[in-house]
């Protein structure tokens, strides 16, 4: 008998919902091969012979089904790829809000280095607040912050929608960008 059959998985009291092994009382069973085929209904005694014969585990994989249904399988790898599958559901992208700042008087240049953060940004599918910050005099002149934010907003019209139109909020001009 292969030592790691034993005391595998004997008084894991995490898998109390999932019987592997010495565990399954009920006899007979339903078995299914290491390889997925059916073996049909077989005493447990010779579902056990079986499996570890294959060097594997004898898991109850439908305990409500009667007989019970058993496959022949490494449970430790298993367990393993169910572990794995549900991290794989919980790393869903969590969108953040990110911000770009410009001033009326930003050069077109710089206000091309911006653009080119937003895109960043938005190809993580993040979304985008832009916004044109007025200071002193500057609030005189708003359509020159208007120009500034509509050539950024024009520029990142093939990948973003604009979810808030831009409009004044204090000696601010905002915008909010979302992801296509």
Do not use: W
């Amino acid at each position: 008998m292969p030592p790691h059959f034993n005391d595998r998985h004997q008084h894991d009291r995490r898998d109390q919902h999932q019987r592997v092994n010495e565990q399954i009382r009920i006899s007979p069973v339903r078995l299914i091969g290491a390889n997925g085929d059916q073996l049909g209904v077989v005493p447990t005694a010779q579902a056990m012979e079986m499996a570890r014969e294959a060097n594997l585990d004898l898991v109850e994989v439908a305990a409500q089904e009667r007989p019970p249904v058993c496959k022949i399988m490494d449970f430790g790898k298993f367990k393993f790829l169910q572990k794995q599958k549900q991290k794989d559901k919980t790393k869903s992208h969590q969108q953040k809000l990110k911000e770009i700042r410009v001033r009326p008087k930003t050069g077109d240049h710089d206000v091309d280095t911006k653009i080119n953060q937003a895109r960043k940004f938005l190809e993580h599918k993040d979304k985008v607040l832009v916004y044109v910050v007025f200071k002193g005099r500057e609030m005189q002149h708003i359509e020159e912050g208007r120009r500034v934010m509509d050539m950024i907003l024009q520029k990142l019209t093939d990948m973003a929608k604009i979810e808030k139109n831009p409009g004044m909020e204090g000696k601010r001009l905002t915008a909010l960008l979302a992801p296509r």
